[in-house]
């Protein structure tokens, strides 16, 4: 089967460190306890330092390979696609092999250069992760892959494309062409803001990208971000999610939608278009909409890393499987309740129904 869906991102191992021994990293590298960001000069002695001296859990992450494994889970084997840049390494075997038990076919980008394939320290604290990320070869991506004969016809065959906001770090130029391409031709493009550094710090790449997103995926803090970024003050999240539905979009004939988490508080959804007009764009009854979120009880979260991905991932899945706005938000959140009950980016298997 041809994938219908193409995931784009850094593909990362994470090193997880348990919130036991999280806090006495936090403090010796200065990182706040749920974040995001690129590791600067001080944070690079962190990987070898957690590796030799912390009990570390190495698992597949990634945001955008993240939420193509969550889309996986609910589509056909073969459905989905991911695509992204490596080294040759044993980090990417780890990568491949995640992948390929969960049904994701790795369209990656392999340097041959001596880079080593991307890696992010995710220090666990209470419910909350920070996560400190080297890009490496991640960041080496070139848009010549995109041109390659196999990844020309993944990108011709399907119907929906998810882009993970940090790819803007490096990667615009590889991202429009992504965008552009698939908006023209109708089909799907889903982009998930990432991190309150996006749009804090690589505004131009995301509202140059913003015209050719069908879908808007983020969460409350990413939306306060790009509120600030914007300059538009004491908005609500409601009225951010509504400003970003409606800035312009390349392809007219279909409305934007933007959904924005809120960890176990109510998602939010928004649409351009008037709610009930427009299949699974538009919220049938009030836009924007308030979906309450299933709480999972505290003692059952092990940690929350990866959620937002699984929910994204879980989300478009299901709307990929033509389901409707109201069943894709549930099963998204179906997901991301059962990532944080596993320890890291990961879903329960044997597969449960969701
Ligand atoms: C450019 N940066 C900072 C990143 C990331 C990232 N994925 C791509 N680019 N920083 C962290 N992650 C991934 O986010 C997941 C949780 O949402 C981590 O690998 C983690 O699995």
Redesign the pocket.
């Known amino acids: 089967m041809a994938p219908i869906i193409v995931s784009l991102?850094?593909p990362?191992?994470?090193i997880q460190v348990s919130p036991e021994e999280g806090p006495k990293y936090l403090e010796k590298y200065g990182l706040k306890s749920n974040d995001?960001?690129?590791a600067e000069e001080k944070h690079m002695a962190i990987y070898d330092d957690i590796v030799a001296n912390a009990k570390v859990t190495y698992?597949?992450?990634?945001?955008?390979?993240?939420a193509a494994r969550a889309a996986a889970y609910v589509l056909p084997a073969g459905s989905v696609a991911y695509i992204g840049s490596v080294g040759e390494d044993d980090l990417k075997q780890t990568l491949l092999s995640a992948n390929e038990a969960e049904g994701v076919q790795s369209a990656y980008q392999t340097q041959t250069s001596p880079a080593r394939t991307?890696a992010?320290a995710?220090i666990l604290s209470n419910h909350d992760?920070s996560?400190?990320?080297t890009?490496r070869a991640?960041?080496m991506f070139n848009p010549s892959h995109l041109a390659t004969p196999e990844i020309a016809e993944l990108l011709n065959g399907a119907k929906y494309f998810y882009i993970?906001g940090?790819?803007l770090?490096?990667g615009i130029e590889s991202a429009l062409e992504v965008a552009k391409q698939a908006s023209s031709r109708g089909k799907t493009v889903v982009l998930n803001l990432?991190?309150p550094?996006i749009p804090q710090f690589f505004k131009v790449q995301l509202e140059e990208l913003l015209p050719h997103v069908d879908i808007l995926i983020g969460n409350e803090s990413e939306a306060g971000a790009y509120k600030e970024a914007a300059g538009m003050g004491d908005a609500s999240l409601a009225q951010v999610a509504s400003t970003l539905a409606a800035m312009t979009k390349s392809n007219a004939s279909r409305p934007r939608l933007v959904v924005i988490t809120q960890g176990a508080d109510s998602t939010l959804v928004a649409s351009s278009a008037a709610s009930g007009s427009s299949g699974n764009l538009a919220p049938e009854d009030e836009n924007p909409k308030t979906y309450p979120v299933p709480k999972l009880a505290g003692d059952k979260i092990v940690d929350t890393?990866?959620?937002?991905?699984m929910f994204a991932g879980g989300f478009l899945g299901a709307l990929a499987q033509g389901k409707s706005l109201n069943e894709s938000i549930e099963v998204g959140h179906k997901l991301g309740q059962m990532c944080c009950g596993q320890i890291?980016?990961k879903l329960v298997f044997p597969k449960e129904n969701v």
Do not use: K, M, W, Y
């Open positions: 991102g850094n990362l191992l994470d995001a960001i690129l698992v597949a992450g990634g945001a955008a390979q993240n991307g992010c995710v992760r996560l400190c990320t890009l991640a960041e993970e940090f790819f770090t490096h990432s991190a550094f890393n990866g959620a937002g991905d890291g980016p």
